[in-house]
């Protein structure tokens, strides 16, 4: 089969970079995968990963070994580009673009005629048209499209990740597609490119709304989320259970509510909701609310570990999971970790951790005294159990064995 892209350049080899291009040379394509890290790079060039993904060791090995990918730190002449590098924070809330930015103006001298660039990194609205615009000052000899402008030597697009940490080498070929042309011929090239490894439908519309999508679709679990964590709140005020109340009020054909939890954790749903917040505040006060109600429910848990600890002498508190969400190893932004660290701060009696997906704990709570324990001798030894994440290992626990233990359960898997 003859392929539109002989070589693609995948710029950032992180949690997204890394499964597109070792997808990417499993269909023959040519991939270089530009990265800054020299470590990431050294690792990927001898087969191994430096990210858990189920399955993404077997991919990555046979890609190198096979010669479609390999990593290097200089940008390199190819037929498309894809930007995946992280777009965090700077300060308070304000997204940080500077990493594409830089992207783009490292790929700026190796471009020619007839390429394709696609930005994928979670953006502000109007992200991709600021990118014509930086490699339209580096490189005045070709033409980068703008909104609108139908002609162009270079093509521009903007295609968001969607895929779930844990499945996304499957999301990453099942899931549909949407892919933002800043024209419209830019569109159908990116779209062709998507198609070489998409099952799931490749939709095109602008770039704008195709950033917009990106932000849309995090918001929208952030403010459900919201919704059920301000559930919990209300039912603690009235001794409801939550969980029963969720379950009872699911019955009702068109009423869908998520789940209570510590916090809302990992780098996209507690992050991407204040790219809106800060691009249009007076716009995204939904969106804004639900950020702060979310981002309150760890220290409504940690006052909660507080009450019940102040009732034991030197009480012995086990905490059940750090990561993020369940049956998972990412720690990253992870309300569970947060409440931990705070708790353990404060030297009361002794501090146990269960987290079944790490070998040793982050430094911060070592430093704190905690104890990395298993799940037998945390109950046994413990007069608290604070469940944190919903691993599967927890839901599989005799509950007998809590008898006259205290129990606070953010998750409703020990009700
Ligand atoms: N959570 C709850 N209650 C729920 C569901 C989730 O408290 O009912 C919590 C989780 O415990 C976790 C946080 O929310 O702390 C986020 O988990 P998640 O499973 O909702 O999402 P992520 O961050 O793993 O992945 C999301 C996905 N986006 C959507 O579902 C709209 C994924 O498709 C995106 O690709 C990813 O963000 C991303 O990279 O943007």
């Given amino acids: 089969m003859k392929l539109e892209f002989n070589t693609v350049c995948v710029v950032g080899l992180g949690y997204i970079g890394l499964p597109t291009a070792a997808i ?15 470590h990431v790079i050294e690792t990927i060039n001898k087969g191994d990963i430096h990210i858990v993904e189920p399955g993404l060791d077997v991919v990555v090995r046979t890609a190198v070994a096979s010669k479609k990918l390999r ?42 005629k007839g390429d394709l660039i696609v930005l994928e990194s979670t ?23 703008c909104e609108g402008e139908e002609s162009c030597d270079v093509f521009l697009a903007y295609c968001p990740e969607r895929v ?17 042309g800043i024209n419209a011929q830019s569109a159908d090239k990116a779209q062709k490119l998507y198609k070489t490894f998409v099952e799931g439908d490749c939709i095109i519309t602008n770039a704008r709304t195709a950033e917009m999508v990106k932000l849309t679709e995090n918001s929208f679990r952030d403010v459900n989320i919201a919704f059920a964590n301000e559930l919990s709140f209300l039912c603690d005020k009235f001794d409801i259970n939550v969980w029963e109340l969720i379950q009872l009020a699911n019955r009702h054909p068109r009423v869908k509510i998520l789940q209570p939890g510590p916090g809302v954790g990992g780098h996209c749903i507690s992050v991407d909701p204040w790219f809106l917040v800060h691009q249009a505040p007076e716009q995204a006060r939904l969106i804004h609310t639900a ?8 220290h409504f848990v940690l006052e909660k570990v507080h009450a019940v600890a102040e009732k034991f002498k030197n009480p012995v508190v086990a905490f059940f999971g750090l990561a993020f969400k369940a049956n998972i190893d990412d720690l990253r932004e992870s309300p569970a970790l947060d409440i931990v660290e705070h ?13 079944p997906y790490v070998e040793s704990l982050p430094k911060k709570l070592i430093d704190s005294g905690v104890q990395l324990t298993d799940v037998e001798a945390a109950i046994q030894k413990a007069d608290i159990l604070v469940l944190l994440v919903d691993h599967d290992q927890f839901k599989k626990v005799d509950k007998k064995k809590f008898e006259g233990k205290a129990v606070i359960d953010t998750r409703g898997i020990w009700r």
Wanted: net charge neutral.
């Fill in 24 to 38: 990417l040379a499993s269909r023959g394509v040519d991939v270089i995968g530009l990265e800054v890290n020299p």
């Fill in 71 to 112: 990593a290097t730190k200089t940008p390199e002449t190819a037929d498309a580009y894809l930007i995946a590098v992280p777009t965090p924070f700077k300060g308070d809330h304000v997204p940080d673009i500077s990493y594409v930015e830089s992207a783009a103006k490292a790929l700026a001298p190796v471009l020619k």
């Fill in 123 to 145: 953006s502000p609205v109007g992200t991709t048209d600021a990118m014509a615009g930086w490699l339209k000052e580096a490189r005045p000899d070709l033409t980068f499209a």
């Fill in 164 to 180: 779930l940490p844990g499945h996304v080498l499957r999301e990453l070929i099942e899931n549909d597609r949407v892919i933002g």
């Fill in 291 to 298: 950020r702060k109600v979310n981002d309150s429910k760890p």
């Fill in 343 to 355: 708790y353990s701060a404060k030297k009361v009696g002794t501090v146990l951790a269960v987290e």
